[in-house]
């Protein structure tokens, strides 16, 4: 694996990557630049230990999603393999500080990821051990503003026309149509299509919250072809729009951006970003066309209208036919 990402690496490079010290020295293989290699613990390998124990079952009682579930455990084992054998019930907010100044200097996480460790550690002060606000609060680090990334129209027909796949050309299709997100479109299952009332019905989204999305004429048409053409291949006995032939599961999300990542080089397309700049696109094309802004914080399931309004930044289409005062001289 070492040698797949360098293929030079000596068998000293080999041996530091596959045990390196925790935390780790500042003799490190990529010296001060980004990691080269990510050492984890072994899976299950704290699955045990009753820190881990006291998180999960917490989280489960509250109802917090799965992904939520792993992000905070995998956020909480780093603090313990980083502390040990200092409990980290016994760190201080100072000494936590200082390890957030390790994961940003040392780790190189973004501010993003680092969010997710505050929040699990402050789950964990506040949900775990009881304790007042005094013991964990922490402030967020600035995050620097990015607009999303958003295709144009002809990218968006070149996406589809560079998609072999019936199966995923659909989803594709899907996402664009109703700007859902990858692990909802993975997730849908036939009885959430209400064909009558042509609406799409968006089960235990983002925060656990449901919602419906529309069915338009045209990706009726598109779903109804690619059903006919799938269920005369395996039969009436399907569960999810999209499910793998062999095991009847869902698709996997790393599977969907794989395929994703493979059209778009087929496309010619050098723009950065996966499936999800489908859903950006979306938003972006319906607030150019006139739509309603809070139609589109429904539709993409946005507990916020700020977070709606940054589509409003990357309109380039409107603001290219605005007309600037200089014209007027």
């Known amino acids: 694996m ?9 068998n000293a490079e080999i041996e530091q990557a596959a045990n390196p010290s925790w935390p780790p020295i500042n003799k490190r293989i990529a010296g001060a630049h980004r990691l080269l290699f990510r050492f984890s613990p072994r899976l299950g390998e704290f699955d045990k230990h009753p820190v881990i124990i006291s998180l999960c079952n917490t989280l489960s009682i509250q109802n917090y999603s799965y992904k939520t579930l792993r992000n905070y455990k995998q956020a909480i084992i780093a603090l313990i393999r980083y502390s040990d054998p200092k409990s980290i019930d016994e760190l201080t907010k100072p000494q936590y500080q200082a390890y957030l100044l390790f994961l940003v ?7 993003s990821t680092l969010n997710i460790h505050i929040n699990a550690w402050k789950f964990y002060q506040e949900k775990v ?30 996406i589809f026309s560079a998609t072999t796949s019936q199966k995923y050309r659909t989803l594709f299709m899907l996402v664009y149509a109703t700007g859902i997100r990858l692990s909802e479109v993975a997730q849908l299952r036939l009885t959430d299509i209400d064909w009558m009332r042509r609406l799409i019905s968006i089960r235990g989204g983002k925060g656990k919250k449901d919602r419906v999305v529309m069915l338009t004429a045209k ?14 291949i395996i039969g009436s006995h399907q569960t999810f729009l999209f499910e793998d032939l062999e ?14 990542s493979d059209t778009i080089y087929a496309a010619g397309i050098q723009k950065k970003g996966g499936i999800h ?12 066309s006139g739509t309603d802004i809070r139609y589109i914080q429904q539709l993409l399931g946005h507990e916020s209208i700020l977070t709606t309004m940054r589509y409003t930044h990357v ?15």
Do not use: C, M, W
């Open 105 to 111: 200097e040392k780790k190189r996480l973004s501010s």
């Open 129 to 158: 051990l009881l304790r007042d606000k005094e013991f964990y609060e922490i402030d967020y680090p600035r995050q620097a503003t990015k607009l999303p990334t958003v295709y144009s129209v002809a990218e968006v027909k070149a």
């Open 2 to 10: 070492v040698r797949r990402y360098k293929p030079g690496a000596t």
């Open 247 to 260: 095991t009847g599961e869902p698709l996997a999300n790393r599977t969907i951006q794989q395929v994703y």
């Open 315 to 329: 309109t380039a289409d409107k603001i290219s036919t605005l007309r600037s005062p200089l014209d007027d001289l």
């Open 277 to 288: 700049t489908l859903r950006h696109s979306f938003a972006t094309h319906l607030l150019e």
């Open 219 to 232: 990706l009726e048409k598109t779903l109804r072809e690619y059903l006919n053409h799938h269920t005369a």
